[in-house]
């Protein structure tokens, strides 16, 4: 009797996990007989190692030769050396190999992953003097705020709208105990890695939450692949908004693993009705098993509503969205999440939660108001307006990828259909409220992951075990979209994260300045600034006033222009110390989102340094410090 001796194993198949083997019979026997027959891959073994080798070698490469102080109207565009691009296509193609053993060898596509985050984002991190976006700094400025006092003033009515920022504490707070236990002089120290470390956290919850309805590997690390792509959104540094929404995936994930109802599977537990690539729906959870998971995760509830005010709005519209199936109707943690946020809301966050529901009677139904981006005007300049378009076409083009999924794979859709319900439940926002410009941001961010995992499915499809002609030509088509998709969706992510970068970093110079005028400025001063898109502009917000006069309609900017002295002037409180402050960076800022016509800036800044109104305190090529001249108020303001 012939006896089989095990061989080792270099790779289960080296067809796609789902595809049928289709060799010969002894090309996966040890004896195949008598002629040595080991398992034959499609492609060598270390695929996987060296791609990412090769990655790394020429990332490193172009590292240090990108020009991130030259940039000019492209921001980082024109300054990533042409290294930096080959490492990325060469990231794709790995990644796209090592699909092909995902079933027996996922931690290849996991690595390729992991390696796309940090080649596509941790440059900034890394090269950056300074922190990355100038409004992360008032993230900082809270945390230093906070170690400073030693104290929260929820109730109190702080400058530049930043009463909020200790309302909802949580985000700040985590940061604090982080810069002691760090032993760095501030959060900026850190600051930049933020994307990084909360892209990496991400990427489990990701795969738990599409495992849930998938038991493809591929169709599971190709929807965190293109999650990846698509999230040039910005919402993932240094801000509340990352934490809270990294916690929010959480709940989600762990309410659909072990949330589902008894008896509520029917014919989604047979095979025969599942799409091939599908997951049995989850065990059932009897009473008890889910009141324990209430329990569990309402500590995640409260740390999302200690977070940020409106992921908690998100976590309820996604879980009373979920109620409406037979799967996931769980009345009593929708009741928890609500109450958690009610109880919040009319306690610690009782100030601004009163003053939006005044402003509801105004944006409600304001369906194009609410949906714009940023507070006025037009995106202006080659990077900010390709940035733009980059913008529009990315979430057209996962819209229409999850669109066809939706179409070819009714069966996935219809066993993932909680994970469908999740994704579209924040869209009714829109009509609710435009969070100062934000809405279609987080609306987007929100929606993500599920539009990831539909448009990851129009590209990876099953067909397992069918040797029709029709599925032979799906396989080989798909075989060239989906490298052609991901290296489409690669282009559209660059100029959409990068195409502003020229808004998004700050010289030290600049920083320098803004913090000698703002500490040197006496308590209960006025800081006036165009906009507080600069860096340390809201430095000591708890000591002294900020107005950043330029955030409105162009058109009421180009009648301050006329006569920006006076307007300012007029606007002061009397017996008030003013200072104006005029950097680089707000002037890039003010141009591109279009809150300044063509020179609108450098005609502001010769204006009000040539009126009697001001005198200049210091002045440099990165920026101008003015003090206001209450005294010269009867003279007559010369302007040229």
Same mark, same amino acid.
């Given at each position: +009797?012939?006896?089989?001796? !095990?061989?080792?194993?270099?790779?289960?198949?080296?067809?796609?996990?789902?595809? !049928?083997?289709?060799? !010969?019979?002894?090309?996966?026997?040890?004896?195949?007989?008598?002629?040595?027959?080991?398992?034959?891959?499609?492609? &060598?073994?270390?695929?996987?190692?060296?791609?990412?080798?090769?990655?790394?070698?020429?990332?490193?490469?172009?590292? !240090?030769?990108?020009?991130?102080?030259? +940039?000019?109207?492209?921001?980082? @565009?024109?300054?990533?050396?042409?290294?930096?691009?080959?490492?990325?296509?060469?990231?794709?193609?790995?990644?796209?190999?090592?699909?092909?053993?995902?079933?027996?060898?996922?931690?290849?596509?996991?690595? $390729?992953?992991?390696?796309?985050?940090?080649?596509? *984002?941790? &440059?900034?991190?890394?090269?950056?003097?300074?922190?990355?976006?100038?409004?992360?700094?008032?993230?900082?400025?809270?945390?230093?705020?906070?170690?400073?006092?030693?104290?929260?003033? %929820?109730?109190?009515?702080?400058?530049?709208?930043?009463?909020?920022?200790?309302?909802?504490?949580?985000?700040?707070?985590?940061?604090?105990?982080?810069? =002691?236990?760090?032993?760095?002089?501030?959060?900026?120290?850190?600051?930049?890695?933020?994307?990084?470390?909360?892209?990496?956290?991400?990427?489990?919850?990701?795969?738990?939450?599409?495992? #849930?309805?998938?038991?493809?590997? =591929?169709?599971?690390?190709?929807?965190?692949?293109?999650?990846?792509?698509?999230?040039?959104?910005?919402?993932?540094?240094?801000?509340?908004?990352?934490?809270?929404?990294?916690?929010?995936?959480?709940?989600?994930?762990?309410?659909?693993?072990?949330?589902?109802?008894?008896?509520?599977?029917?014919?989604?537990?047979?095979?025969?009705?599942?799409?091939?690539?599908?997951?049995?729906?989850? %065990?059932?959870?009897?009473?008890?098993?889910?009141?324990?998971?209430?329990?569990?995760?309402? &500590?995640?509830?409260?740390?999302?509503?200690?977070? $940020?005010?409106?992921?908690?709005?998100?976590?309820?519209?996604?879980?009373?969205?979920?109620?409406?199936?037979?799967?996931?109707?769980?009345?009593?943690?929708?009741?928890?999440?609500?109450?958690?946020?009610? #109880?919040?809301?009319?306690?610690?966050?009782?100030?601004?939660?009163?003053?939006?529901?005044?402003?509801?009677?105004?944006?409600?139904?304001?369906?194009?108001?609410?949906?714009?981006? /940023?507070?006025?005007?037009?995106?202006?300049?080659?990077?900010?307006?390709?940035?733009?378009?980059?913008?529009?076409?990315?979430?057209?083009?996962?819209?229409?990828?999850?669109?066809?999924?939706?179409?070819?794979?009714?069966?996935?859709?219809?066993?993932?259909?909680?994970?469908?319900?999740?994704?579209?439940?924040?869209?009714?926002?829109?009509?609710?409220?435009?969070?100062?410009?934000?809405?279609?941001?987080?609306?987007?961010?929100?929606?993500?992951?599920?539009?990831?995992?539909?448009?990851?499915?129009?590209?990876? %499809?099953?067909?397992?075990?069918?040797?029709?002609?029709?599925?032979?030509?799906?396989?080989?088509?798909?075989?060239?979209?989906?490298?052609?998709?991901?290296?489409?969706?690669?282009? /559209?992510?660059?100029?959409?994260?990068?195409?502003?970068?020229?808004?998004?970093?700050?010289?030290?110079?600049?920083?320098?300045?803004? #913090?000698?005028?703002?500490?040197?400025?006496?308590?209960?001063?006025?800081?006036?600034?165009?906009?507080?898109?600069?860096?340390?502009?809201?430095?000591?917000?708890?000591?002294?006033?900020?107005?950043?006069?330029?955030?409105?309609?162009?058109?009421?900017?180009?009648?301050?222009?006329?006569? %920006?002295?006076?307007?300012?002037?007029?606007?002061?409180?009397?017996?008030?110390?003013?200072?104006?402050? @005029?950097?680089?960076?707000?002037?890039?800022?003010?141009?591109?989102?279009?809150?300044?016509?063509?020179?609108?800036?450098? #005609?502001?800044?010769? *204006?009000?340094?040539?009126?009697?109104?001001?005198?200049?305190?210091?002045? $440099?090529?990165?920026?101008?410090?003015?003090?206001?001249?209450?005294?010269?108020?009867?003279?007559?303001?010369?302007?040229?």
């Amino acid at each position: +009797m012939h006896q089989h001796v !095990p061989v080792p194993t270099v790779e289960s198949s080296p067809l796609p996990a789902s595809a !049928p083997a289709t060799g !010969p019979p002894d090309a996966k026997r040890p004896d195949g007989g008598g002629r040595r027959s080991w398992p034959i891959p499609s492609h &060598p073994p270390d695929t996987g190692l060296l791609t990412l080798l090769l990655a790394a070698v020429l990332w490193l490469y172009a590292l !240090p030769r990108i020009g991130f102080r030259e +940039m000019g109207d492209y921001g980082l @565009l024109d300054q990533l050396p042409a290294a930096y691009y080959l490492s990325l296509l060469v990231l794709t193609a790995g990644f796209v190999l090592t699909l092909r053993r995902a079933g027996t060898a996922p931690w290849w596509p996991a690595l $390729h992953c992991a390696a796309l985050l940090f080649a596509l *984002k941790a &440059p900034p991190a890394i090269l950056y003097d300074a922190v990355r976006y100038p409004w992360a700094s008032k993230h900082d400025a809270v945390v230093n705020t906070l170690l400073a006092n030693g104290e929260l003033r %929820p109730n109190a009515a702080l400058s530049g709208n930043m009463s909020a920022y200790d309302q909802w504490p949580g985000f700040f707070t985590l940061d604090a105990g982080l810069v =002691r236990a760090f032993g760095v002089e501030s959060a900026a120290a850190y600051a930049n890695w933020a994307p990084i470390v909360l892209g990496l956290l991400m990427m489990p919850v990701l795969v738990l939450l599409y495992r #849930t309805f998938c038991q493809d590997w =591929r169709l599971v690390w190709t929807a965190v692949w293109i999650f990846q792509l698509a999230n040039w959104v910005g919402q993932d540094y240094f801000a509340p908004q990352g934490l809270a929404f990294l916690l929010h995936l959480t709940v989600v994930t762990v309410v659909l693993r072990h949330f589902v109802r008894p008896g509520s599977a029917g014919r989604l537990r047979d095979r025969a009705h599942l799409d091939p690539a599908a997951a049995s729906v989850p %065990p059932p959870t009897g009473h008890r098993q889910r009141a324990v998971c209430v329990v569990i995760l309402a &500590p995640l509830i409260a740390a999302i509503n200690a977070t $940020h005010q409106l992921t908690p709005v998100m976590l309820c519209i996604c879980l009373f969205a979920l109620s409406l199936t037979r799967r996931y109707r769980n009345y009593g943690l929708l009741a928890v999440a609500v109450l958690l946020m009610l #109880t919040w809301d009319l306690t610690m966050g009782r100030p601004l939660f009163v003053e939006t529901l005044s402003t509801l009677k105004e944006s409600i139904g304001e369906l194009t108001q609410n949906s714009r981006a /940023g507070y006025a005007g037009e995106l202006t300049g080659p990077g900010p307006e390709l940035a733009g378009t980059a913008n529009v076409l990315m979430v057209l083009a996962v819209a229409a990828l999850a669109g066809a999924a939706l179409v070819l794979r009714r069966r996935l859709v219809r066993s993932a259909l909680p994970l469908l319900l999740v994704s579209a439940a924040p869209v009714p926002l829109f009509a609710v409220n435009d969070y100062g410009g934000e809405m279609l941001f987080r609306v987007y961010l929100f929606g993500l992951p599920g539009a990831a995992f539909f448009a990851a499915a129009a590209l990876v %499809p099953s067909a397992a075990g069918s040797h029709h002609d029709r599925t032979r030509a799906l396989r080989r088509g798909m075989a060239v979209a989906l490298p052609a998709v991901l290296l489409v969706l690669l282009a /559209g992510f660059m100029p959409s994260y990068y195409g502003k970068e020229k808004m998004y970093y700050t010289p030290p110079e600049e920083t320098a300045l803004v #913090t000698r005028a703002l500490d040197n400025a006496p308590d209960g001063s006025l800081i006036l600034a165009t906009t507080g898109s600069f860096p340390q502009a809201l430095h000591r917000y708890d000591r002294i006033e900020h107005w950043f006069f330029a955030e409105q309609e162009l058109p009421e900017n180009q009648r301050m222009l006329k006569d %920006p002295a006076r307007y300012l002037a007029d606007g002061i409180p009397p017996g008030t110390r003013a200072y104006v402050v @005029l950097t680089r960076t707000q002037d890039v800022y003010t141009a591109g989102e279009g809150l300044l016509p063509a020179g609108g800036f450098e #005609t502001l800044r010769t *204006k009000l340094s040539a009126s009697p109104l001001f005198r200049t305190v210091e002045s $440099h090529d990165y920026g101008v410090v003015l003090e206001y001249r209450p005294a010269a108020r009867g003279t007559t303001t010369t302007t040229r």
